[in-house]
């Protein structure tokens, strides 16, 4: 039976009591401040984080102009999948947009644990798969949701890797979240503000209806969430 072993972050939670103490002698705790970055795009990753607080974003780079959010990664998860396939690298960029504190360990050592204990290799491989899904239903979102239901369920995501109700966030985050101009992320800040489901001040948001948003956001949340509950627990 898994414990939590006293860890706020769920994946290392899921692990038993066993798995764990093989990959506990590696971690070790840090702070997350705002924009660290986590992964750079073609280099080396040297790290493997493990969120207890804060939200991390995986920023897709296709030129200097072009960078559009693709996952987010909180307490539910951790940064490294490309070590969890058995590569060194990514193209993306991985970096702290809630500041936060976790857990960290070297790549090598992770591959080193994947390699003695089949039970973290089974859960480390069953979040790739739920962010996958996450990644892909980013893509559906952005491809076809108005932008009000896309903020929307920005805001949950962000909500269900929050410690609170408020979340620091500027316009210029959720412009590049959403892969919008500025002023269209305005426009629909303003609208879930006058709709009562939350409240903006510079630099942050606070949710007053969760209800209301998961209507607002439609069927454009809730499928990777349930993907993660089906092979991770709630």
Not at 61 to 87: F, H, K, P, Y
Not at 92 to 105: C, F, I, K, V
Not at 163 to 189: D, K, N, Q, Y
Request: one cysteine or more.
């Amino acid at each position: 039976m898994a414990s939590n072993h006293h860890s706020h972050n769920r994946l290392l939670a899921r692990l038993t009591p066993k798995d764990f103490a093989v990959l506990r002698p590696h971690l070790a705790a840090v702070d997350l401040p705002l924009r660290t970055v986590l992964e750079r795009p073609g280099r080396r990753i040297e790290y493997v984080y493990f969120p207890e607080s804060g939200i991390a974003s995986v920023v897709a780079n296709q030129s200097n102009d072009i960078r559009v959010e693709v996952g987010l990664i909180g307490c539910e998860g951790m940064t490294g999948l490309a070590i969890l396939l058995g590569d060194r690298q990514t193209p993306n960029t991985t970096y702290m947009q809630l500041a936060g504190a976790g857990q960290r360990m070297t790549a090598d050592a992770l591959r080193t644990t994947m390699a003695a204990s089949a039970g973290v290799q089974t859960v480390m491989l069953k979040y790739v798969q739920a962010f996958l899904v996450q990644v892909s239903h980013t893509a559906i979102c952005n491809s076809h949701s108005h932008i009000d239901e896309r903020l929307a369920r920005w805001i949950l995501m962000a909500h269900d890797r929050a410690t609170g109700s408020t979340i620091l966030l500027t316009h210029e985050f959720l412009s590049l979240m959403l892969a919008v101009r500025r002023a269209g992320v305005t426009e629909a800040v303003q609208a879930l503000v006058t709709e009562g489901l939350i409240k903006s001040v510079r630099g942050s948001i606070t949710v007053l209806n969760r209800k209301g948003l998961e209507t607002r956001a439609g069927d454009s949340y809730g499928v990777p969430e349930a993907e993660y509950r089906r092979l991770l627990g709630k």
